[in-house]
């Protein structure tokens, strides 16, 4: 089992910046890779990060790319920086861990609770 913990969503003005953050715990390894989910109102949930548990291969949606950055430290927290946010994307975000095939096929073994991110135009 792997346990996911998120923090750091919230209300910010367009053209803010936000920093989510996921500490990872349990039977965490080489084997899962780390990714930020997002779903919208309406819309299906969408892959917009992911990064490998070596941090060496990263992966960005094209609606991000340019703005956003994935990075993790060696105690197994994932960090996505969220910069230059518009109001299309507001949504629930989530933190996942699954193989990197699995996370590339929107799927994932494990979820975080989900944070709110909200901007505001």
């Known amino acids: 089992q792997v346990q996911l913990v998120e923090s750091g969503g919230g209300l910010v003005q367009t053209g803010g910046s936000l920093r989510l953050s996921c500490a990872a715990s349990g039977r965490t390894g080489s084997s899962y890779a780390m990714g930020w989910f997002r779903q919208a109102p309406g819309k299906e949930r969408e892959l917009i990060a992911a990064i490998s548990w070596s941090g060496g291969s990263k992966y960005y949606a094209d609606s991000v790319k340019g703005r956003f950055t994935i990075s993790k430290n060696t105690k197994n927290t994932v960090y996505l920086q969220m910069n230059s946010l518009k109001p299309e994307d507001t949504a629930v975000y989530y933190c996942?861990?699954?193989?990197?095939?699995?996370?590339?096929?929107?799927?994932?073994?494990?979820w975080g609770q989900g944070t709110q991110v909200t901007v505001s135009s």
């Open positions: 996942a861990a699954a193989p990197w095939g699995r996370l590339e096929a929107n799927e994932s073994d494990y």
